[in-house]
């Protein structure tokens, strides 16, 4: 869906995020035959990156880092894969919505619900839920929002919320195109709600985390404002919202994910590429570089003590990890064959590079391989772990048409 488009370079031309669609972009980039050592390789961040706490009164933080050296590439070999798995795929039925791209997706536990997207003839307002296990739709309710693409969407644990994106396609003018408004929808009473109006103004690029507690939302205007990075949570019980301290000096927005007990955010400046972490009742965003010399390309998944990214130096293509305490990165393994231009999915254990036939389990820190599944792009379409299975739906083919409106579930046996 997180490639070459708006979206896919975390929706923007320039270097931008969303949800995780970056790495597709980036990652093409990268060369099969590089890969770390097994041994970890850490970075502190250095004397001048400790902590930038923000007063109440002025409630921003400056994107500086010091510059920091490249890893040395001596220090690479060939990743080792420790083993094969078997994996199951089968299409989905045809859906009762039309395909399209740019929609979102989450996971109920029960059901995969979409909703949103763009077709080549206008932007879509309609939905249905897909049950991975008996193989059938059902149709949603009409919402009461304007038909979008490329909106944020999260799941709370009892709705699915949608805020933002564009409604007048890619090529309106960008003050008629970003839209700040959002909806909540309960598939347990198929009903609808609008959520209160959030401080936020719609701009081009965003990053969303759900927290457990809250939604929080970060948005950057990109060529259409100041270098500021706008920061707000949506809290779905109080259908209240509370702004949070922003980010100054920002050239462009990178991801946001939960960190157990914080939230994260990468942004992108002079300096180079900064992580902020922001403690919950705390003033401000406490600032870590990234692992030095490397750029980070997307989230991949928290494994409860560390958050764990792609990165990528050069040619290099590996992965990092983060321990948002210490603010220190690990670097992990290689994978054994090339993963450029794939987008990794997160299952809670493992995450899969399904176009690349490729499977990491961070409990083990071993790679696995797998026959990839035909028929997946990861570049436009919906793309949900659904509990023991991935649900792939929608997505343009890279060549402008829409899919059918059907899909592919992939089931790996680990």
């Known amino acids: 869906m997180i490639a070459a488009r708006e979206r896919s370079a975390w929706r923007l031309s320039t270097r931008t995020s969303v949800s995780i669609l970056m790495a597709a972009t980036l990652l093409t980039a990268c060369a099969a035959a590089a890969s770390p050592t097994g041994r970890p390789v850490t970075s502190s961040p250095s004397g001048s990156a400790t902590t930038s706490r923000v007063p109440s009164a002025e409630p921003t933080a400056t994107a500086a880092a010091a510059a920091t050296q490249p890893v040395p590439t001596s220090t690479y070999r060939t990743g080792v894969s420790a083993g094969t798995i078997d994996v199951t795929t089968f299409p989905t039925s045809e859906a009762p919505i039309s395909g399209r791209d740019g929609a979102s997706g989450v ?100 990053a969303s985390v759900w927290t457990g507690t809250e939604w929080l939302i970060a948005e950057f205007p990109g060529l259409d404002g100041p270098p500021t990075t706008y920061v707000a949570t949506y809290d779905p019980v109080s259908d209240t919202w509370r702004s949070l301290p922003s980010l100054d000096g920002v050239e462009w927005l990178g991801m946001a994910a939960w960190a157990g007990d914080r939230p994260i955010l990468a942004v992108g400046s002079d300096a180079g590429e900064i992580f902020y972490g922001h403690v919950p009742g705390d003033a401000g965003w406490v600032e870590s570089t990234s692992p030095d010399g490397l750029l980070v390309s997307a989230p991949v998944g928290w494994t409860g003590d560390q958050l764990i990214v792609i990165c990528r130096q050069d040619q290099w293509f590996f992965l990092c990890a983060l321990d948002p305490t210490s603010r220190t990165w690990e670097v992990l393994a290689q994978p054994p064959s090339y993963a450029g231009g794939s987008r990794p999915v997160w299952t809670g254990e493992h995450f899969l590079f399904p176009q690349r036939g490729l499977s990491y389990d961070s409990t083990t820190g071993s790679w696995f391989t797998f026959d990839p599944p035909e028929g997946i792009d990861l570049s436009e379409e919906v793309a949900v772990w659904a509990g023991d299975r991935l649900v792939v739906w929608g997505g343009n083919g890279g060549d402008g048409s829409p899919r059918r409106p059907d899909g592919i579930v992939v089931v790996p046996e680990w």
């Open 107 to 206: 996971w109920t536990g029960d059901e995969v619900i979409i909703w949103g997207g763009e077709a080549p003839d206008g932007a879509r307002g309609d939905g249905a839920a897909y049950d991975p296990v008996r193989d059938t739709w059902r149709p949603i309710a009409d919402g009461p929002l304007t038909p979008r693409g490329w909106q944020e969407s999260t799941w709370t644990g009892s709705e699915m919320l949608i805020w933002g994106r564009t409604h007048r396609g890619r090529d309106a003018p960008a003050g008629e195109r970003w839209l700040s408004d959002g909806a909540a929808y309960d598939p347990a009473t198929d009903r609808w709600r609008r959520i209160a109006d959030a401080p936020l103004a719609g701009r081009q690029q965003f």
